[in-house]
Structures are given as C-alpha cells and as structure tokens.
C-alpha cells in the first residue's frame, strides 16, 4: 500500500486531520471512491466510515416542490439519488427554526446514502410570541418534559408521508422519519400516529405523553446529548425514562446520550444553521443511524 496513505492514517488516527478532510485526501490519494473504500478497510477502519467514504462521491438530484395538505400546500426541499428507484425515504424534520440549509444538508447526506429525502417546512415551528415571550406549549413542554404537538402538524407529515407513498421512485414500505428538536419530537409522535412509518429518529427531542407510546409499532432511535440536561423534565433528564417506559410496553427503542454534546450537537454552527457537524458526536451517531436503518431495513 501507498505510504502516503498510511501516513495519512496515523494522522486521522492522532486527530491531526479532521474525517471529512480524511475522507477527501484518501479518495484523491486512492484515485476514486471505491478503491477509498477498499483503502480504508485494509486499514482497518470501520464499516461507517468506509460508507462515508463511498457516499462522499455519490451523484444525487435536488430540488424545491409543494405537496398537497389539507390545509394547503407544503413547501418542501427534496433529495434523492440518481437513478429510478424504488428508494426507501425519510421524511427530514426540521427544527424549531424552520427549513434551513443545515436541515437540507441532512436530506442530501440521506440522498447520498441511497435514500430519497423530504424537507417539509413548517411555519408553525416558532417558539416565541411576536412580544418575545414564549408561547405556551413550549412552556409546557419546558415544565413537563412531555412534547404535546398539534393535529394540524401532524397532518401535515401524514400528507408528506401520503405524497412520498404515491411516488413510483420510492418504496413505500421503507418511510421513515428524523427530526432533530422540535422536530426530533415531531418524529417521536409521528410514530404514535403512523402504524405504517417503517422508522422514528429522534435527535434531542421531547417524549411525547407517555400512555401515546402503546401505539407505537416503528423501532425508534433517541440520540441525546449529555449536557442537555438541566433538569429531571430535560430533553435528556428523561431519556432514561422514556427507555423504561418504551421496553415495558415492548416497544423496540435504542439510545446513546453523547457525554460531551449539548444540545443542538449534529449542527455545525449556530442556529438555524447551514451544514451538519464534524464532530465525535455527530459523526458516532451518523454512523449509528445508518446502522439502525440498515437493521431494520434487513429485518423488514
């Protein structure tokens, strides 16, 4: 092998280069995506990255479009592969600031990863009052650590997930949903409210009412972050509840709180943010929801 490559490694290795640069200087070194991918698992490097790596070079197709909803149309952001499909799908939920260009950076990561992925944007997002105050189901998931969303919201995503069931590129089979915040609570209770959602990824967001949880059929993966955690009715604080509760209503619920993450952990930069993190955290639990897809999509 290239010592130039394996010079490389030991610097990945040591933390003198950051995965994304890794990943870009093996694929140049390497002289294409998959002899980076044969590269770094003869270096013994986990299966994650070497996803990461193939995905790197991956071709995908995006664009701006509307979805009908009952109560009008759904501005949205679309990522995808190239190709005809079928493709299983995620529906991307932003958080609490709306569509911005780090939650279509997560589509695209998706898209590059074969999966078809829809950014709705949600209006209804907004935590504050025009006075600065906050409205008052945030005080109350604030007070009670219990996410209570809207119907009309949840709509909303029943028609997103509607409109990706109808398309001849996706595999409607294979629809799952990831949000992140408010989001990663929107999700949460879409899989109390979809006996068809084949997934729920749940990036520090809220439980929703604990007696909704029976409903559940989706397996669903929590990620948190360690320093969310400010008190017993924190994102966090009741992560290990919503565990208890989830296993003895057997329901299939994996999590992982990440040590040294706040809140907010797989963005990049302040909010709303424009691209994913290059951080431990965020890179362990890319891997993780990849995996836990992969998993599931075998078992389906």
């Not at 604080?237 to 040590?259: I, L, P, Q």
Request: proline share 6%.
């Amino acid at each position: 092998m290239d010592k130039s490559l394996e010079k490389l490694s030991e610097g990945f290795r040591k933390g003198q280069i950051n995965r994304r640069e890794f990943i870009q200087r093996v694929v140049l070194a390497a002289g294409g995506i998959v002899a980076a991918g044969n590269v770094l698992r003869k270096l013994g490097f986990d299966p994650g990255l070497v996803r990461e790596a193939q995905a790197a070079g991956a071709d995908i197709i995006t664009m701006d479009l509307t979805y009908p909803s009952s109560d009008g149309d759904v501005d949205a952001y679309l990522a995808r592969p190239f190709g005809d499909g079928p493709f299983p799908a995620m529906i991307v939920i932003h958080e609490i600031f709306g569509l911005s260009e780090f939650a279509k950076d997560v589509a695209r990561l998706f898209a590059r990863n074969g999966y078809l992925a829809l950014a709705p944007h949600f209006p209804e997002g907004g935590g504050a009052l025009p006075d600065g105050k906050h409205a008052q189901w945030m005080l109350d998931t604030i007070r009670t650590g219990t996410a209570v969303v809207p119907n009309d919201e949840q709509d909303k995503l029943r028609d997103g997930f509607i409109f990706l069931s109808q398309r001849s590129d996706v595999d409607p089979s294979h629809i799952a949903s990831v949000g992140f915040c408010w989001g990663g609570a929107r999700s949460f209770t879409f899989a109390t409210r979809n006996p068809d959602l084949w997934a729920a990824v749940v990036f520090y967001g809220s439980t929703p009412p604990l007696d909704d949880l029976d409903a559940i059929q989706a397996p669903v993966l929590g990620l948190y972050g360690g320093l969310d955690n400010g008190s017993p009715t924190s994102i966090t604080g009741r992560s290990a509840e919503t565990a208890r509760e989830m296993r003895a209503r057997g329901k299939d619920f994996e999590w992982e709180v990440y040590n040294q993450a706040p809140h907010g952990f797989f963005r990049a930069d302040a909010p709303p943010g424009t691209r994913i993190a290059d951080t431990r955290p965020a890179n362990i639990a890319k891997d993780l929801v990849f995996d836990f897809l992969q998993r599931h999509y075998d078992r389906g």
